[in-house]
């Protein structure tokens, strides 16, 4: 099952995301869901996010959802 986050709203298959730690996702959602999109590939596999300018995306990779956050912070204080 996959979690997902398109237009600030979530898809209805949490149950990944609800093991990785109840609430973490919807704070990762309201924190950065206007710019990225935030899924996991598969149970118990990788996070990763996307985001789109133009023909630039980029794609950041986490084992979980704390690592993905730091990355999340980082790559918001790397915007200029």
Known sequence: MRSRQVGGVVSE?????ESAGPGKLARLFREYGDRWEIEQLDPGSAWVAVTRNGSFVRVLAAQDLDELRAELKKADSEDP
């Open 13 to 17: 298959h949490q149950d990944a995301a």
